[in-house]
């Protein structure tokens, strides 16, 4: 899953996905990222959601074989009009390009939203043991409602279904206002989990 702004990084082993990058590389050229609705993998059996993001490729570092490591970012979304299975390797699609709107009371929500988030941030990370793995809420200060929407979709801990919601909101406004849901439920189990934790640590049997 990936967002416009974030970056993802990625282990290329596939032939068809070796000849992808090498062509992306040469060319400066995006290519799509779409989470999968059916299907295990990327081809002709499977089925992609109809929304995904575009991305360039920023770093590569080659390996032994052909294999590759690199880091894509994303940065525009795409609707899929068609696909074609047939004349490349991998998926090849039309897609239209969506718009990104900041919708009605996008400001004030973000404003909500920053604050639920540092909440998020401050549970999830009381939990956290390992330090490399805690979360980070250093959010750009000035960022719009849509770049603040992906920054703090991209560190949401929640199922691939969510997640693709938050892709296909129609307006940073709308994705605002499910992440403000989504993180009232998230902060309370926190919450819950970590009086739980404090239980058990302090003798506190749970049955």
Known sequence: MLFPGSDVPLHVFEPRYRLLVRRCSG??????????RKGEETGPAAEPE????AARI??????PDGRSLIVARGFRRFAIERIDAE??????????WLDEEDGPDAGPTADAVRDLFGDYVLAANSIIEKPEDKLSDDLPPGAGPSALSYRIAAQLAIPKPDAQRLLEAPTAAARLE???GMLRTEVELLRQLLVRLH???GGGGLN
């Open 87 to 96: 004349s490349e390797p991998y998926l090849v699609a039309e897609v239209t």
């Open 178 to 180: 499910l992440e403000r």
């Open 199 to 201: 239980s058990q640590r």
């Open 50 to 53: 109809r929304v995904g993001t």
């Open 58 to 63: 920023v770093a590569v570092h080659p390996l």
């Open 27 to 36: 060319t400066d050229s995006p290519f799509g990222i779409v989470l999968i």
